[in-house]
C-alpha cells in the first residue's frame, strides 16, 4: 500500500535527528547509532546534501553535520527533497495525462481530490521538522 512517510523519509528524519547535535558524523556513525543499512543511508545523506539540508566534508577527517534550520524546513521540504511523492491519486501529478479530462474535459471526482490533495499539502508545509523531530512547536 502506498504511504507518505516512506521507509526512506522515516530513515531521513532519524538522520536529521542524530545531526540535531551540530556535530559531524560519519556516515557510518550516522547508519549504526540510526540502525539503518549504510549504503540506504549514504543514498539519503547525498539527497539531503543536494537540498542544502546537510553539508558533507570529504577526506580522513571527513562527515557530515546538519547545514539548515530545521526551524525553517517543512516535512513538505523534505518529501520533495527527497523526491517522495506526496500525491493522493496520479492524476494528481503535474505531467499525468488523464483520457478522462481530455475526452470530458470536466471530472468531479478530479476537483473534489485535489480540493484534498490542496488541504494535505497545507498541512504538510504547517508542519517543520524541527516540531517533528523535538516535539517543539517552532
Request: with cysteine.
Given at each position: 500500500?502506498?504511504?507518505?512517510?516512506?521507509?526512506?523519509?522515516?530513515?531521513a528524519?532519524?538522520?536529521l535527528?542524530a545531526l540535531?547535535?551540530?556535530?559531524?558524523?560519519?556516515?557510518?556513525?550516522?547508519?549504526?547509532?540510526?540502525?539503518?543499512?549504510?549504503?540506504?543511508?549514504?543514498?539519503?545523506?547525498?539527497?539531503?546534501?543536494?537540498?542544502g539540508?546537510?553539508?558533507?566534508?570529504?577526506g580522513?577527517?571527513?562527515?557530515?553535520?546538519l547545514?539548515?534550520?530545521?526551524?525553517?524546513?517543512?516535512?513538505?521540504?523534505?518529501?520533495?527533497?527527497?523526491?517522495?511523492?506526496?500525491?493522493?491519486?496520479?492524476?494528481?501529478?503535474?505531467?499525468?495525462a488523464?483520457p478522462?479530462r481530455?475526452?470530458?474535459?470536466d471530472?468531479?471526482?478530479?476537483?473534489?481530490?485535489?480540493?484534498?490533495?490542496?488541504?494535505?499539502?497545507?498541512?504538510?508545509?504547517?508542519?517543520?521538522?524541527?516540531?517533528?523531530?523535538?516535539?517543539?512547536?517552532?
Open positions: 500500500s502506498a504511504v507518505i512517510i516512506t521507509r526512506e523519509t522515516d530513515y528524519l532519524r538522520i535527528r540535531m547535535d551540530g556535530q559531524l558524523h560519519t556516515v557510518g556513525e550516522l547508519a549504526q547509532g540510526e540502525l539503518l543499512p549504510q549504503p540506504f543511508a549514504y543514498k539519503i545523506i547525498k539527497k539531503l546534501c543536494k537540498a539540508l546537510v553539508q558533507i566534508t570529504r580522513a577527517a571527513g562527515g557530515c553535520r547545514s539548515a534550520d530545521l526551524s525553517q524546513v517543512t516535512l513538505y521540504d523534505l518529501l520533495l527533497a527527497l523526491g517522495e511523492p506526496s500525491a493522493i491519486a496520479a492524476c494528481m501529478e503535474p505531467d499525468y488523464c478522462w481530455e475526452r470530458q474535459g471530472c468531479v471526482s478530479h476537483r473534489q481530490l485535489a480540493a484534498i490533495q490542496r488541504t494535505l499539502d497545507r498541512e504538510l508545509q504547517s508542519h517543520t521538522l524541527r516540531e517533528i523531530l523535538t516535539g517543539q512547536p517552532a
